[in-house]
């Protein structure tokens, strides 16, 4: 599946921004989701993941009650809702898909786990 991400950019901390993945080639609903960030100098790192479903969700620690990620199949399309940016927050955000033919309510954290990336999407918070 090619994935496209934007929604990108400069927001003063404290506020809020939506990234969003498009995808396209294959079937969206048979993916499950995930984001990822990498800040200058720092491994890539997770962020948030979606189940196949939509009914399963996980965050990483440092964002989670800020970020929350959702998922169109209609628009074969998913979300990371970014709200109370940090500076800590300011990096490059990724969308990854991985097939998941039989267990549709997992979500998946760990990078190697994901099969088709996209080409990224800069976050820049001002303090």
């Known amino acids: 599946v090619q994935l496209q991400a934007s929604g990108g950019g400069l927001v003063q901390a404290g506020g809020s921004l939506r990234l969003s993945c498009a995808a396209s080639?294959?079937?969206?609903?048979?993916?499950?989701m995930g984001w990822f960030r990498q800040a200058p100098g720092k491994e890539r790192e997770f962020v948030a993941a979606?189940?196949?479903?939509?009914?399963?969700?996980h965050y990483a620690d440092s964002v989670k009650g800020r970020f929350t990620i959702s998922r169109d199949d209609a628009k074969s399309t998913v979300y990371l809702q970014m709200s109370s940016l940090k500076p800590e927050d300011a990096a490059v955000y990724y969308c990854?898909?991985?097939?998941?033919?039989?267990?549709?309510?997992?979500?998946?954290?760990?990078?190697?786990?994901?099969?088709?990336w996209g080409q990224g999407t800069q976050v820049t918070v001002s303090s």
């Open positions: 979606i189940s196949r479903s939509g009914s399963s969700t």
């Open positions: 080639g294959r079937t969206f609903s048979s993916y499950a």
């Open positions: 990854a898909a991985r097939t998941a033919s039989y267990n549709v309510n997992y979500y998946y954290t760990a990078e190697w786990l994901y099969s088709d």
